[in-house]
C-alpha cells in the first residue's frame, strides 16, 4: 500500500538553529511530493513540491527540500529557524490523491 | 483571487443528523477533493470530484457523499453522524492532478 512516513512527531529547535524534517515514502512509482505547513485550526499552505528533475527544489519562506530515490525520502530544510516558523509540517505524496503523512509539529525556542 | 474558500467555518450537529459542507474552488481549478483530519493527525482523502463525476474515492463509507456543479464548486454530505466524524474537513482544489491548494476548512463537532 502507498503510504508516507514522518519518523519525528515533535521536534523542538532554537530560533536561528537549522531544521530538518524527516519524510519516506512508500510508492510503487515516485509519486508527487509535497510539504505543507499547518498552523492551529487552519488549513495547510503549500511550501514546496517536487515533480521531477532537479532534485533539490526550493520553496516559500526560506525552505528547501532534497529528493533522494534511492533513500525514498523528501526531506525539508531550512538554515535559520524563526519563532514564526513554529507549525505543524505534513509530507504528502500524490499519484492523483495526496497521501500525508502522520505531521511533525515544530517548536521553536528563543 | 479568494483562493479556496469554505462554509461554515464551525458547526455543531447531533449524532444521527446529516450535514453539508461547501467548497468554492480557486479560480481556473477543475477538480475538488475532500479530506478528512481528525484531531492530531494527517489528512485523509475522501474523495475527488472532476467535471461533475467523483473520480477517486478513500476508505470512507458511503454516508460520505459529495457532488461538484458546473461551476465546479463542491459539496461534502454527511449522513447519520457519528461521534467519531468530528474532524476538520478541508477541501482542496487543483488543476487536474497539479499541486492543491487547501481552504481552511470547516470544524465540525458531533455531540
Partial sequence: AQSVTQPDIHITVSEGASLELRCNYSYGATPYLFWYVQSPGQGLQLLLK?????????????????????QSSFNLRKPSVHWSDAAEYFCAGSQGNLIFGKGTKLSVKP | DAGVTQSPTHLIKTRGQQVTLRCSPK?????????????????????????????????????????????????????????????????????????????????????
Avoid at chain 2, 461533475?52 to 470512507?60: A, D, T, V
Avoid at chain 2, 464548486?73 to 491548494?101: M, P, Q
Fill in chain 1, 50 to 70: 517536487y515533480f521531477s528533475g532537479d532534485t533539490l527544489v526550493q520553496g516559500i519562506k526560506g525552505f528547501e527540500a532534497e529528493f533522494k530515490r534511492s
Fill in chain 2, 27 to 111: 479560480s481556473g481549478h477543475d477538480t475538488v477533493s475532500w479530506y478528512q483530519q481528525a484531531l492530531g493527525q494527517g489528512p485523509q482523502f475522501i474523495f475527488q470530484y472532476y467535471e461533475e463525476e467523483e473520480r477517486q474515492r478513500g476508505n470512507f463509507p458511503d454516508r460520505f457523499s459529495g457532488h461538484q456543479f458546473p461551476n465546479y464548486s463542491s459539496e461534502l454530505n454527511v449522513n447519520a453522524l457519528l461521534l467519531g466524524d468530528s474532524a476538520l474537513y478541508l477541501c482542496a482544489s487543483s488543476l487536474w492532478d497539479t499541486e492543491a491548494f487547501f481552504g481552511q476548512g470547516t470544524r465540525l463537532t458531533v455531540v
